[in-house]
């Protein structure tokens, strides 16, 4: 049966739904917010203060809230997906936005003419934002990871990745069973490692030294199609590692035979990634290993395979390491191309294969006393990681004091920017509400007209011109532009349509410390 709510009805829904996310997840915002403890069907309790994935398991049996939960989640789940950090600050803006905006409402101001002062008031202060940005120099990397994790360890691992590899994107956060956390530095091209089967996996690494390479796209089905080069490889008394798209039951059971019984050195590997990226590693591949790309049966002789200097396999990665001497070429033409690409996750992938061809990749291998230890670290190194992958539009003060001092700035045209005017300055507020500090300290900010903010680790006052406490501007962008979004669409709601009802579930909401 469907349920249609609108009117008054839905605002109240509408409200409640906003306070039980944003309040659940802006207690954790700053360096001293809490945590929250998870409960998951699907695996044990953690705990975390990563706003994104405490506001994806918040739910209630409130068919309506749920709804609108759902939609609350879309702008913080889109800032993570953007730039993989700032998830908190959108919904503690998004609140504010949507609360100072209901009231505007209720006074009578249209809600269309509403939102479109509101995307007006936006892109001006993303304009302002730019403007207060400064360009991002290597030693800024360690306190933005730092600030993102809340951690000067993990700001440190961070940078010591960061220099040798030279690419955000050629780092890469693993997890091991010990209590230790390490980075651990791969030369050559690496793959995940996709064996045919874990047989072939004896050892915990194989190093293979100028073993030869079959490179291919189609699917192995029968021995008979590779005997001509198995006769080569067993006379030459070498090693061969095949990539190719897939193989037969049949096929893998008789090269493994010959393989466990040390009659033959072949490692069976399906080829890495998907679609178009699947196509540029196996042109890499193809690359170091000066092999050909096989497409028919009958082009598969040993005229067509490649060497390798050195295969390193074990269960996480296939490192291939050679040398071409066209390498500078290839470079400077995959440099060239990140000229044309637009999309983010193209971007990285390129920037990964530019970084092993030219460094390699560093693996930081994050461990911890615990599991639950372990999965909390791990997501803050994701999140330090994503933070200095966000540098797009330079750097600005942390803490919320950017959105603090276009606030302060702002000169009120319309009833977008009146609610901007108050809202901006949320983010600041929870951080020292969540610290315990007095809002006074805002007052002595205001005085300096912005000039200084407030370390709350050191319990300081700081030069924005020196201050370690740094975020990247796209990550306040992003925040802003989505919490504005979702919050304008939920203004201009009148109406909501579901198909099924249950009992409400009554939750505790906690009235807004401002």
Not at 349 to 364: C, S, T, V
């Amino acid at each position: 049966m469907k349920i249609i709510v609108s009117g008054n009805e839905l605002k109240n829904k509408i409200k409640e739904a906003v306070d039980i996310m944003c309040n659940t997840v802006k207690a954790t915002l700053g360096p001293k917010g809490s945590n929250a403890i998870i409960d998951h069907f699907s695996f044990s309790p953690f705990i975390t203060n990563d706003g994104v994935t405490i506001a994806s398991n918040i739910e209630s049996e409130d068919e309506c809230i749920n709804t609108i939960l759902t939609l609350v989640k879309e702008a913080s789940i889109k800032t993570n997906d953007i730039v993989g950090d700032g998830t908190t600050t959108t919904l503690v803006l998004l609140q504010a936005i949507y609360t100072l905006g209901l009231k505007k409402i209720d006074n009578g101001v249209n809600p269309i003419i509403l939102k479109q002062e509101l995307d007006l008031s936006v892109n001006n202060i993303i304009s302002e934002i730019k403007k207060c940005s400064r360009k991002c120099k290597l030693k800024d990397i360690k306190d933005i990871a730092s600030i993102s994790s809340n951690s000067k360890y993990i700001g440190n691992k961070i940078m010591e990745a960061y220099k040798h590899v030279k690419n955000v994107n050629a780092i890469k956060i693993i997890e091991n069973n010990t209590k230790e956390t390490r980075v651990i530095y791969k030369v050559g091209y690496s793959i995940d490692t996709n064996l045919a089967s874990p047989y072939f996996l004896l050892e915990k690494e194989i190093t293979l030294n100028n073993a030869y390479v079959l490179t291919t796209n189609i699917e192995l089905l029968n021995i008979d199609d590779i005997a001509n080069i198995i006769n080569e490889i067993v006379k030459l008394n070498s090693s061969l590692v095949i990539l190719a798209e897939d193989y037969s039951d049949e096929f893998v059971n008789n090269i493994l035979s010959l393989y466990i019984n040390n009659k033959l050195n072949i490692i069976l590997l399906k080829n890495p990634e998907f679609g178009k990226n699947k196509i540029d590693a196996l042109n890499d591949i193809s690359f170091i290993t000066n092999s050909k790309i096989v497409d028919n049966i009958s082009d598969i002789k040993i005229s067509n395979m490649g060497i390798c200097n050195e295969i390193k396999i074990d269960n996480n990665s296939s490192t291939f390491i050679g040398k071409n001497k066209s390498i500078s070429n290839r470079l400077k033409a995959l440099k060239d191309q990140r000229k044309d690409v637009c999309e983010k996750y193209e971007l990285e992938f390129l920037d990964k294969r530019i970084a092993m061809l030219e460094n390699g990749i560093a693996y930081i291998s994050v461990g911890a006393i615990t599991d639950i230890e372990r999965r909390e670290l791990k997501m803050r190194y994701d999140d330090a990681l994503c933070s200095i992958s966000s540098l797009e539009n330079g750097i600005v003060p942390g803490s919320g004091l950017i959105f603090y001092k276009i606030s302060t700035d702002m000169m009120i045209n319309n009833n977008g920017d009146e609610i901007f005017k108050e809202a901006l300055k949320y983010p600041i507020k929870q951080i020292l509400y969540n610290a315990g500090l007095n809002l006074n300290i805002l007052k002595e900010i205001e005085n300096s007209n912005c000039s200084k903010i407030y370390n709350i680790n050191t319990d300081l006052f700081e030069n924005n011109n020196e201050t370690k406490i740094l975020d990247p501007a796209d990550v306040l962008i992003n925040s802003l532009a989505n919490a504005c979004s979702i919050a304008g669409m939920l203004l201009t709601t009148n109406s909501l349509i579901i198909n099924e009802q249950s009992e409400d579930k009554k939750i505790t909401i906690q009235n807004d410390i401002y």
